[in-house]
């Protein structure tokens, strides 16, 4: 079955210390990689994504994610965190099942808190 | 250009009464999903339109649960008789026609359902 793991319900960082936020996954075929951030009682903002290329994505933010095809695995990462990146942010794949359209499969989220 | 609307924001029904929620895509987008986000949970998957068509409503419940995308207007996902279970966040995003610019999805603010 299709499905995207975020084994952290919650990551906390001090300030000015870089953050990761994991993310792994399980598709057929290639996979189509998205993170979002949703802050509280809103929508979700649209961070990056990987379709093919380099295995380093550059997104919003500062935001950076690495795709790793043999650990399935697309981290979420900034080198200095912020306290106003604190919010929840989740992990996506299309699902590659469906018919070349873009259902997206999320994850459960993880809440990243960063303290100054 | 205005981003992905949803409305109403917040939306309070009693159990056994009906909940329409709108969504309007962004201006050149003829493609609209909709997620249901339960409380402390990632957002699934409910249903997929296109203008005038339903092409996917693997993940909408099927009673009560209905949704259309006409051809002119919003798009509007029906909930009737709703239940206490019902309540839950419901995002809509849209994206433009095939190409590459496609695979994003761009998220509306959610409509906030509690049902009493």
């Known amino acids: 079955a299709q499905s995207v793991a975020q084994p952290e319900d919650q990551v906390n960082v001090a300030e000015g210390n870089p953050l990761t936020v994991k993310c792994t996954y399980s598709v057929s075929g290639n996979p189509y990689l998205f993170w979002y951030v949703q802050y509280p009682n809103r929508g979700l903002q649209f961070l990056l994504k990987y379709i093919t290329g380099d295995n380093l994505v550059k997104g919003s933010y500062g935001f950076e994610a690495e795709f790793n095809k043999s650990q399935t695995s697309f981290h979420l990462k900034k080198p200095s965190a912020l306290v106003s990146d604190s919010a929840l942010y989740f992990c996506?794949?299309?699902?590659?099942?469906?018919?070349?359209?873009?259902?997206?499969?999320f994850g459960a989220g993880t809440r990243l808190a960063v303290h100054p | 250009n205005a981003g992905v609307m949803q409305n109403p924001r917040h939306l309070v029904r009693r159990r056994g009464q009906e909940a329409r929620l709108r969504c309007s895509p962004m201006?050149?987008?003829?493609?609209v999903y909709w997620y249901r986000q339960l409380p402390e949970e990632g957002l699934k998957f409910m249903v997929y339109l296109q203008k005038e068509n339903i092409i996917d409503e693997s993940g909408m419940p099927k009673e009560r649960f209905s949704a259309e995308f006409p051809k002119e207007g919003p798009s509007i996902l029906r909930i009737q008789q709703v239940v206490r279970g019902d309540s839950a966040a419901y995002f809509c995003?849209?994206?433009?026609?095939?190409?590459?610019?496609?695979?994003?999805?761009?998220f509306g603010p959610g409509t906030r359902l509690t049902v009493t």
């Open positions: 995003a849209s994206s433009p026609p095939a190409g590459w610019a496609s695979y994003e999805q761009y």
């Open positions: 201006k050149g987008h003829s493609h």
């Open positions: 996506a794949v299309r699902d590659t099942i469906s018919g070349g359209y873009n259902k997206l499969i």
